[in-house]
């Protein structure tokens, strides 16, 4: 954009919240990175790094009751539904008052008191809950409405055609966001993916298919508020395809040599932050405020690991709460 042209025409503070958010969420990742590096994380990191733009512009549109369902990905996502971000690195750390009582980890993160259904850590797995979630408010009349996001890779597994196929038959309130990063773990997803790709999948089985830029936060949030209130209204299930890119490995420790370092640059010169400050500069949001929101969310994050690191780890005896007890499922599955 030329200097001469005018500042684009944005809501200011909305913005600014979102870009705090998103600066947020990858201060949480990069912690979160650096306390797998002391040793504190017993398992596996998936940064979202590059990818905070669909947890600022699609979760931030969800009302608070309702219901989203993430992937092993899913540390932005949880944020970006509201959930403490002490209470979360807590339950990386497996420590007691983790949202999960720290027995889920970065995985498995959840919390019911945000609608957050939860992350999981099987591909796809996750639109079959959501499938199931979105029947459960149908049958209970709400006007709630659930969101599914996963990556390019699910929509290669069985659960992508039988949750989308269950939500289309019994016209479920549910959107799926297809979180596009061009890879399935370490393979790129065009290699191993026949036909168009997720959207031409999805409008196959009849739900309507919107394709956005998955680094544009304010292009991102524009199309998930005007589906969110169709599906809200109509009680049918729509489809949301984002193309991003993943600027970090697959997980924590992947050095992710199957691309190149020119490849991974040119990417990060998308990078959604980045592209968010440009246009709030050009809307006159001098720097300085900016990079006032970025030491805040390095701040909040680094007080959030010393707080967690310091926090004990749950009684022995916790390992004995949430289990299911009733039934003997070898006797009651005939």
């Not at 030329?2 to 809501?11: E, K």
């Not at 969800?62 to 540390?75: E, F, I, K, Q, W």
């Amino acid at each position: 954009m030329s200097s001469s042209a005018p500042p684009p025409n944005i809501d200011r503070d909305a913005a600014m919240s979102q870009l705090a958010l998103m600066e947020r969420i990858r201060a949480f990742e990069e912690t979160a990175m650096a306390a797998l590096g002391e040793g504190l994380v017993l398992g596996a990191i998936h940064p979202s790094i590059g990818q905070e733009a669909i947890a600022a512009g699609v979760v931030t549109e969800l009302r608070r009751d309702d219901v989203l369902l993430s992937t092993h990905r899913g540390h932005g996502h949880t944020l970006a539904k509201g959930a403490d971000s002490t209470a979360m690195m807590r339950e990386l750390i497996g420590r007691a008052g983790g949202c999960c009582s720290g027995k889920g980890g970065s995985m498995h993160i959840a919390d019911f008191s945000v609608g957050m259904l939860g992350a999981n850590g099987v591909v796809g797995a996750n639109i079959l809950i959501a499938a199931g979630a979105a029947h459960a408010i149908k049958l209970r009349g709400d006007d709630r409405i659930v969101c599914c996001i996963f990556g390019d890779g699910a929509i290669n597994r069985g659960p992508f055609l039988e949750g989308l196929n269950w939500s289309r038959v019994f016209a479920l309130p549910i959107v799926f966001v297809c979180e596009d990063n061009g890879f399935a773990s370490t393979t790129r997803t065009e290699s191993m993916t026949a036909g168009p790709g997720p959207g031409a999948r999805a409008q196959s089985l009849g739900l309507p298919s919107h394709s956005v830029d998955g680094n544009d936060v304010l292009t991102l949030t524009e199309c998930a508020r005007d589906v969110f209130t169709r599906v809200r209204v109509n009680r049918e299930p729509e489809f949301i395809h984002t193309k991003t890119y993943r600027l970090a490995g697959h997980t924590a420790s992947d050095p992710a040599t199957y691309r190149s370092t020119e490849e991974v640059q040119a990417h990060w010169r998308d990078d959604p932050i980045a592209r968010l400050r440009e246009t709030l500069a050009l809307a006159g949001v001098a720097r300085d405020e900016m990079a006032a929101l970025t030491q805040a969310a390095h701040d909040e994050m680094r007080q959030v690991l010393d707080t967690a690191r310091d926090t004990p780890f749950p009684q022995a005896d916790a390992a004995f709460s949430d289990v299911q007890d009733v039934g003997d499922p070898r006797v009651e599955a005939y």
